[in-house]
């Protein structure tokens, strides 16, 4: 995974809310076995019509969205089955947060064990932000996850909670398995204490 520190970027706003797995990744790009692609897929119920052309409605094959690594929607988002492939959908796309009024609680842990930085953030907050990026879809965010901020760009900061563990995780740009690893000396002096 990519370190996650500071993020300065522009968002998408997705004004919609129970917005479910299914609906962030379709089930018929599950066969997939690696991450890589996944972005294609994206929301391709809304992105695409029925012969496979751009709609030209939808918020993220707008012009003026175009590079934007934050994604803003409604309430409980990522709800539904446990599919990480909503998860590795938005990465490959090029989203590196999201921020809500509240995640569905598996896509919150799969976000965070894969590098997708997930922010609950007030109702009102996120309406102001909705609002902001819709009318200026130049408005750039700053993310600072070390000290747990979102700034608005006319420098109100908004903190948020993340584990500790998580945080540290991101921080480092690792995943469970990377972290294990990276204690490699600790483990082998603890078991080289255990043999004497």
């Known amino acids: 995974m990519n370190p996650f520190t500071t993020l300065i970027a522009t968002a998408v706003p997705l004004r919609a809310e129970n917005v479910d797995t299914d609906q962030i990744i379709p089930a018929r790009y599950l066969t997939a076995v690696t991450k890589a692609g996944m972005g294609e897929g994206l929301f391709a119920a809304w992105r695409y019509g029925s012969t496979g052309e751009l709609n030209p409605d939808f918020v993220l094959n707008r012009p003026q969205y175009a590079g934007a690594e934050i994604l803003i929607a409604g309430r409980n988002f990522g709800s539904g089955s446990s599919r990480e492939h909503a998860v590795w959908a ?101 078991e080289t204490s255990l043999n004497v």
Do not use: H
């Open 90 to 190: 938005l990465t490959d796309y090029g989203f590196r947060a999201v921020i809500t009024p509240g995640f569905a609680d598996i896509f919150y842990n799969n976000a965070l064990k894969n590098g997708l930085l997930p922010i609950p953030l007030s109702e009102n907050i996120v309406n102001l932000l909705l609002d902001l990026v819709e009318e200026q879809p130049d408005t750039r965010i700053l993310i600072d996850l070390p000290a747990q901020l979102v700034i608005l760009p006319d420098g109100q900061q908004v903190s948020f909670d993340i584990d500790a563990y998580r945080k540290q995780c991101l921080l480092e740009g690792l995943d469970d398995l990377g972290y294990l690893l990276a204690q490699d000396a600790a483990i082998t002096l603890y």
